[in-house]
């Protein structure tokens, strides 16, 4: 038995709603996109670009860590 077995199924209705959520202006500014949810799960994407990224060329880990407490609080 695995742990992800305790969550209940999503209904088709709660999966729609997350899926289109759009109610976090930090979304529209970093481009997050909400890709797949699950009960207990939740996968999000973030296109790189540029002015994300700190002086070494790589994605500043603010916007990492946002995009983290995202995905943790949609898969709650």
């Given amino acids: 038995m695995h742990w992800m077995d305790d969550f209940p199924p999503l209904s088709e209705d709660i999966r729609n709603q ?4 759009r109610g976090n ?15 207990g799960r939740a996968w999000l994407s973030l296109p ?6 700190h002086s070494g060329g790589i994605v500043q880990g603010g916007i990492v860590t946002a995009l983290a407490d995202a995905a943790i ?3 709650v």
């Fill in 48 to 53: 790189f670009k540029k002015e994300l990224t």
């Fill in 18 to 21: 997350i899926l289109t959520y």
């Fill in 73 to 75: 609080a949609f898969a």
């Fill in 25 to 39: 202006p930090v979304f529209d500014l970093l481009g997050i996109q909400i890709e797949r949810v699950e009960p």
